[in-house]
């Protein structure tokens, strides 16, 4: 799948659709395997005491791994061919993607008026001894508003984000997020959203503001149109 790039949504043989849709499923669940596994290996080796034959040895280990999934690799404009992107399937998004050893990763769910996230930040994210850093905080809080946005029915992309920091973010403790819209005016879009813990979830301990803009048809063609459209990379489509 990932040689011929066709897409999971081509109309076609319903017994090819059906084969094609248990293979995605397949990879899907294989790419959520390995971003486990690499979220496991970031996190012990970002808290691990090993002496250093033992961390020379994981590091041959780990480049040793990194053979096979080197082998077949996208470039920057093209899109993960599990993901789905009008579908809100993305992979290795660096917050939520099951595949990305980045991510926490955090789970959203839709909710009355808005919507929630949870998710536990291991020492991998220290900032501040036992504290989350101040910049994954954003990270965080600029996902889910970027998602409350898109849930509200006005996508966008973030030009402003203001973050209030008012208590540490305790790592290793259950977090809940939850994010709202708050104003919609014309194409600017501003939302809140804020980071506490299950234990404490009306503690606010990061609050912060997002303005968001959504794009004029003209913006979306020229910062991704290869990726939208791939004949876009044709000026002759990408200047209709
Ligand atoms: C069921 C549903 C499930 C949903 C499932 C999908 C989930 C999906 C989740 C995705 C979650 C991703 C969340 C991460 C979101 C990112 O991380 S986005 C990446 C970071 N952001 C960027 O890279 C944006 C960079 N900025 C830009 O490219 C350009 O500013 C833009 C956005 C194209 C806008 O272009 P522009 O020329 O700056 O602005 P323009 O269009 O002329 O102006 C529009 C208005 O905005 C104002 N404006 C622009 N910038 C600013 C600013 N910084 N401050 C104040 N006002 C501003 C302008 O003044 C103008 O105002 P008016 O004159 O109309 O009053």
Redesign the pocket.
Known sequence: MTDSGRSYHTIGDPAEVEAETESLRDRRAAITELGDALRTLVEQAAATEAPADELRRAAALVREATIPVGKQQRERGQMPTADDLLG?VRMYNPVCGSGSALAPPLLIE?GAGGVTGSCTLGLAYEGPPMYAHGGVSALLL??IL??AT??SGH?G????LDTEYRAPVPLQTELRLSAEVVNVD???VTARATIATAAEPDRELVVATG?F?A??AD?AIR?FGTVLHPDASNPAVAHD
């Not at 992309?157 to 402003?160: C, D, G, Y």
């Open positions: 809100g839709l600029d996902q970027g998602y898109s849930a996508p992309m973030t030009v402003r014309g194409r600017k303005l803009i794009l004029r913006q910062l």
